[in-house]
């Protein structure tokens, strides 16, 4: 038969034990409900840091496209001026030469086949209605004046501030006819071809 003592030391173990395995079986439970709560938070974590990410992402991405836009604007407005500088150039330098060319006998030539094509216009309407024909040039091509009438016939001859660079532009109101080889329509008519043609078109 157990002593008191030794009654005891049983019961002090058993508690002991007792105590041991509810620790242990505690130590589980909290081991266990905090991996559940870590990997919780290392989910959210992972969300809301793929969030951010993506909205960074947009945000840097929205950037930089509105800086494309206002670059590409730049650019093409940069372009423009710089394609218009160019016309202008090419323009400038035709009306030089068109200037020098009204300097030189082909040019008088010119008024004349120019007066004698509108004749061949105007002819096809009546040769009784051909006096009512004005024929309009530049003012300083007056000395001309007798040159036209030679080549045209019956015609009054006036000067026309809108002519610039030369030619000639004969206007019937009698027939509602005008036929213009100026210059200056000729060179204005170019400027749609070279806008056309020179490879310098921005899109």
């Known amino acids: 038969m157990l002593t008191q003592e ?3 030391s049983k019961f002090m173990i058993a508690i002991n034990e007792y105590a041991q395995e509810q ?10 409900q905090n991996s559940i ?3 919780k938070a290392e989910k959210e974590f992972r969300e809301e840091s793929y969030r951010t990410i993506q909205r960074k992402t947009g945000e840097v991405r929205s950037m930089i496209s509105r800086e494309l836009a206002g670059k590409e604007i730049a650019g093409k407005k940069a ?23 009204t300097k030189t006998d082909a040019y008088k030539t010119y008024l004349r086949k120019a ?23 530049r003012d300083r091509d007056k000395k001309c004046s007798p040159l036209i009438k030679t080549a045209f016939g019956d015609c009054t001859v006036k000067v026309a501030q809108d002519i610039l660079l030369g030619g000639l532009r004969a206007e019937n109101t009698e027939i509602g006819r005008v036929v213009d080889v100026t210059l200056d329509v000729a060179l204005q008519q170019q400027h749609e071809w070279f806008a056309e043609n020179s490879g310098l078109t921005i899109s």
């Open 23 to 32: 620790r242990d079986k505690i130590m589980r439970e909290v081991e266990a």
């Open 6 to 8: 030794e009654k005891l």
């Open 115 to 137: 007066a004698i094509e509108a004749r061949k216009v105007f002819a096809g309407c009546g040769e009784e209605k051909m006096g009512a024909t004005v024929i309009y040039i």
């Open 79 to 101: 372009l423009i001026e710089r394609r218009n500088a160019i016309e202008n150039e090419v323009f400038q330098r035709a009306a030089a030469k068109l200037e020098e060319f």
């Open 37 to 39: 709560e870590l990997e």
